[in-house]
């Protein structure tokens, strides 16, 4: 979202970027306020003084009700959230977003709006200001929202109260952006008339997150395998990637005094650090793992260069890409695949030289595919570990975006009585509504 809103910046447009208080993100995931040094200084932000009531922590602030049964007052306020916009725990945003982008176009009037989901209330915003203003905008759904990405299964029929609001936004849209082509596939498929205005547009990497150079190991000093991204698996799933990795160090001797760094957050409000995976991650390190929590953007890169080897753990299938495979492959090391063998990460890493390929979520080949792992790590040639990254190159998320904000444009241009010079000049505005860290 932060390129999306550099990248209509760097077109000449006016951005005005949507989204909740920074306290928000706080009492939810945490907030990574290095992301901000990069945003373009022309970028407006309005927060708005939203947040989940569900995640408050202080219970001196409790009703009698919640106190006494807070199991019945979750319920009730799903329903109460869902009465307004059929989504638990953001329904009830409805009004406030969609009034922030009706006072923003009434002092400022917007020419396009980027709806950016999650949460999908978002989608409300949008509507509003066409359906009042007739302000031209575009879905950037990411993941689908029809589609569970996860069992690749359909998430809701199209005669369902979210169906018919999917419908209603699409059939308006000037462009829908997903990130792989089977959810491209799937939309083109239930909306057939939609299906030109579908673009996959990909998650890439930043630039200045890649260490840049070719990589040494040092055996003797001990390998080091690393993960990093959220850990949003399910406590089996990292249980039989710690297995395998106990497993790989009783056999291997490249690996036998190896360390695995797992960074990134855990959970989210009264449950970050304390659940399942802490202790699992806090049991294993005796076999060298190590859990070193969130890392801020701008320790990324520097991160990596420390790193021997990346783990790759991620949920779903082939309708899941992450943003993660494009950055683990602009690091130039080998790459073990902690996830099934039919996931779209495994199309992105066709081609990578240092990749151990895919062995689906079993432990003894993933206890091969860390061995395999170290061999490369020790073995492969800075030609090697160059072509690696080379390989990442086409993923670099400023190229990305760059076509896809182009490509927007030229959609709106050719719209219907749309901006005649869109994108060309700094009259023009862009109302991004933002589902994640500011932008």
């Known amino acids: 979202m932060r390129e999306t809103a550099n990248q209509f910046c760097s077109a000449g447009w006016d951005v005005t970027v949507v989204n909740i208080a920074q306290e928000s993100w706080e009492r939810d995931s945490g907030v990574d306020l290095t992301l901000l040094d990069q945003v373009d200084p022309r970028v407006k932000i309005v927060e708005l003084p939203l947040s989940r009531e569900d995640l408050e922590t202080d219970i001196r602030l409790y009703d009698e009700e919640r106190a006494l049964n807070p199991n019945r007052w979750v319920t009730q306020l799903r329903a109460r959230q869902q009465k307004a916009f059929p989504e638990p725990n953001f329904g009830e945003w409805r009004g406030d977003l969609e009034q922030a982008v009706l006072d923003i176009h009434r002092d400022h009037p917007a020419d396009l709006l980027v709806a950016s989901c999650v949460p999908y209330v978002n989608l409300a915003a949008a509507w509003k200001l066409w359906e009042e203003k007739k302000v031209p905008y575009a879905v950037d759904f990411r993941d689908g929202w029809s589609i569970d990405v996860i069992t690749g299964i359909e998430a809701f029929t199209k005669n369902s109260e979210m169906g018919r609001w999917e419908q209603k936004v699409l059939d308006n849209a000037v462009s829908l952006w997903v990130v792989n082509d089977p959810i491209a596939d799937h939309y083109r498929a239930r909306y057939p008339e939609f299906a030109s205005r579908v673009e996959v547009v990909r998650n890439g990497y930043d630039a200045d997150s890649s260490p840049g ?201 050719a719209e219907p009585g749309g901006p005649a010079a869109a994108g060309t000049t700094t009259q023009t505005a862009e109302s991004i509504v933002a589902g994640g860290p500011t932008p």
């Not at 040092?218 to 395998?225: C, I, K, Q, R």
């Not at 494009?326 to 080998?334: C, F, I, V």
């Open 213 to 413: 150079h070719a990589h040494s190991a040092d055996p003797d000093a001990g390998l080091v395998f690393g993960y990093l991204g959220t850990v949003n698996f399910t406590p089996a799933h990292l249980e039989t990637v710690l297995n395998a990795w106990r497993a790989a160090r009783e056999r291997e001797p490249l690996l036998a005094n190896a360390r695995f760094e797992v960074r990134g957050h855990i959970g989210n409000g009264a449950g970050r650090e304390a659940n399942k995976h802490s202790e699992m991650l806090k049991q294993a390190e005796a076999d060298g793992v190590y859990f070193g929590g969130p890392a801020a953007k701008a320790e990324v890169s520097a991160i990596y260069a420390r790193w021997d080897a990346m783990v790759l753990i991620l949920i779903g299938g082939r309708y899941v890409t992450s943003g993660k495979v494009y950055e683990y492959m602009a690091t130039g090391l080998p790459i073990v695949s902690a996830h099934v063998v039919e996931h779209d990460a495994s199309n992105v890493l066709q081609g990578h030289p240092l990749w151990t390929g895919a062995v689906g979520i079993e432990e003894e080949g993933l206890a091969e595919s860390f061995v395999k792992a170290a061999h490369m790590a020790v073995e492969t040639s800075q030609e090697v570990h160059a072509e690696a990254m080379a390989h990442a190159d086409q993923f670099t998320r400023e190229v990305l975006m760059s076509v896809a904000v182009r490509n927007l444009v030229a959609r709106l241009a």
